[in-house]
């Protein structure tokens, strides 16, 4: 495929001694960052969620989908790593007419979602069209202008998407039916990032 956009250069792994003392500077330099975010301005808030080394994003269940499988509007929470510290959220846009596509179509409908910063503020949003076998996500900035893209390229016993930013690819995913771990890796098959379920 095209051209890696990002780098591929693996990270030093730390030395043994060293891992706790770097774990604990991560934490703070995490925690002070989070202080300072409702002072900066956009686009280093935005950079404050997106820098981290790693996120963890947790779904917000509803009592209506716990107890009686009514899905609702999706929200998420995203935190640093490994401090814990919350960053940012995803929420799904909702309506009674959403929520009615959502209950019957249910992983095949159509979404749209925004990603905050820690503050509320959005500055992203995510669009998924409705599909019946493969589908494609797109990331745009808030007035609709596509900056990534993901295509699921259909197999049948494997889960495959191609990555691109600025319509140019940069990573391919390809990982067996009941994966957990979906390694994205560059044109020369060098593991650039991992997305862990």
């Not at 202080?35 to 969620?49: M, S």
């Not at 197999?155 to 390694?183: C, I, M, T």
Request: neutral net charge; charged residues 30%; glycine residues 8%.
């Amino acid at each position: 495929f095209g051209g890696a956009r990002w780098s591929s250069g693996a990270r030093p792994q730390p030395e043994p001694e060293r891992a706790s003392l770097e774990k604990e500077g991560a934490e703070n330099t995490t925690k002070e960052l989070v202080k300072t975010a409702a002072g900066l301005a956009k686009t280093e808030r935005r950079d404050l969620v997106l820098s981290p080394p790693a996120l963890v994003v947790t779904r917000e269940y509803e009592w209506g989908n716990i107890l009686i499988g009514f899905e609702q509007a999706n929200r998420y929470t995203i935190r640093a790593a490994p401090a814990g510290q919350v960053v940012g959220y995803i929420a799904e846009e909702d309506s009674l007419g959403k929520s009615l596509t959502r209950n019957f179509l249910r992983t095949h409908r159509p979404f749209k979602a925004t990603i905050l910063d820690s503050a509320g503020e959005p500055f992203f949003q995510v669009r998924r069209p409705f599909y019946v076998v493969s589908t494609s996500m797109y990331v745009e900035t808030l007035e609709g202008e596509t900056m990534g893209e993901i295509h699921m390229d259909w197999h049948l016993y494997r889960r495959r998407y191609n990555l691109y930013v600025d319509k140019e690819q940069f990573a391919r995913v390809d990982s067996g039916f009941l994966a957990v771990d979906f390694d994205m890796r560059d044109e020369h098959d060098k593991k650039m990032a991992s997305v862990n379920k």
